[in-house]
């Protein structure tokens, strides 16, 4: 029996820790979804709860006036949640698994620790957590305490699978395809005009993507920063689509294309994976990340044959810079 709770124990220990700081993140996607089945009695109007979808974290509260006891991965008093606000149990091996409390003493009662003045806590419990190969699904539970009465909390995680990613390749394809076709004939005034305009897609697609992940409930500050960074660049190579001259709109949508580029490639899990963390829906957050990608290979790849050409044409510094800046026709 004491081998069976050293194993145990040490099981929680390697658990992940809490999700306080982990409630927003700055991944793309992820490939588990977990729900919460419909709250009967007692546990009715007594908890709030909510798996996490970024991490999975499991997010409880117990309501105005009731008494909630979680139990731990030993049957051990856990975490206490009522009125006074959260206690974790310092002598539970589940806690220090989850990292709520740092490693205590053995002790055969609990020893509670206040943690929050709140009725809510924040936890990675190993009880719900991913799947082994595979397996699809499976049902959770975590054991309560409600007001005294024995009851248990439940739900589902299920592997989402990403979908095909033979549409994308297609797509992808005849970027790669119109592409090339431009390269090998060499139309000059279609190259520029081509550049601007898969750049603008490539810019719109930036956008898109951006504000899809910084408006979704799972953005991190660092996911803000990066939506904000992609809408300015694109809003000024934006301006110089409209108001520069010929070959100023051909190099403008290049840089776009190249933003584009580099956007998509940061966002490319979506493809990998079946959940998106998005406030698109998946498959629309899957399309502006690939048109991201694809027009905006082919929009750079385009500007740099037309800012060689250019080159070739105006060897002299000044030309150069007064044919760029000069408004149009």
């Known amino acids: 029996m004491r081998r069976l709770v050293v194993l145990v124990a040490g099981l929680a220990l390697a658990a992940p820790g809490t999700a306080d700081a982990h ?13 919460v089945s419909q709250l009967g009695p007692p ?20 309501l105005r006036g009731h008494r909630v006891v979680v139990l731990g991965y030993l049957g051990e008093p856990f975490l206490r949640l009522g009125p006074g606000g959260v206690s974790v149990n310092a002598a539970s091996p589940t806690a220090a698994g989850a990292r709520l409390t740092p490693p205590q003493r053995r002790s055969s009662r609990p020893l509670w620790r206040l943690r929050s003045r709140r009725s809510g806590v924040i936890w990675h419990d190993a009880r719900i957590r ?6 699809t699904a499976r049902r959770w539970a975590v054991p309560l305490l409600v007001d005294g009465r024995r009851t248990r909390l439940e739900g589902t995680i299920q592997r989402v699978v990403a979908p095909s990613a033979w549409p994308w390749l297609a ?10 076709l431009l390269l090998a004939l060499r139309p000059q005034q279609l190259l520029r005009t081509a550049s601007a305009a898969l750049g603008t ?57 190249l933003l584009g580029l580099a956007a998509g490639l940061t ?16 498959e629309l957050a899957r399309l502006s990340v690939v048109l991201a990608i694809g027009a905006g290979a082919a929009a750079a790849i385009l500007g740099i044959v037309v800012f060689f050409d250019v080159l070739e044409h105006y060897e002299e510094p000044e030309l150069l810079q007064r044919h760029l800046s000069g408004p149009e026709g």
């Open 43 to 62: 546990l009715t109007g007594a908890i709030s709860v909510r798996v996490y979808r970024a991490d999975l974290a499991l997010g409880l509260a117990a």
């Open 171 to 180: 797509l992808g394809a005849l970027f790669a395809a119109v592409t090339g």
């Open 201 to 257: 897609v490539a810019a719109l697609a930036t956008l898109a993507s951006a504000i899809g992940f910084a408006v979704a409930s799972t953005a991190s500050q660092g996911t803000w920063i990066e939506g904000a960074n992609e809408a300015a660049f694109a809003l000024v190579g934006a301006a110089f689509i409209v108001r520069g001259s010929r070959d100023a709109k051909a190099f403008a949508g290049g840089l776009l294309g």
């Open 130 to 135: 991913g799947l082994p190969a595979g397996v």
């Open 23 to 35: 409630l927003r993140t700055s991944r793309a996607a992820v490939d588990y979804r977990a729900t």
């Open 267 to 282: 966002k490319l899990p979506v493809l990998l994976h079946g959940i998106v963390l998005s406030a698109l829906p998946g």
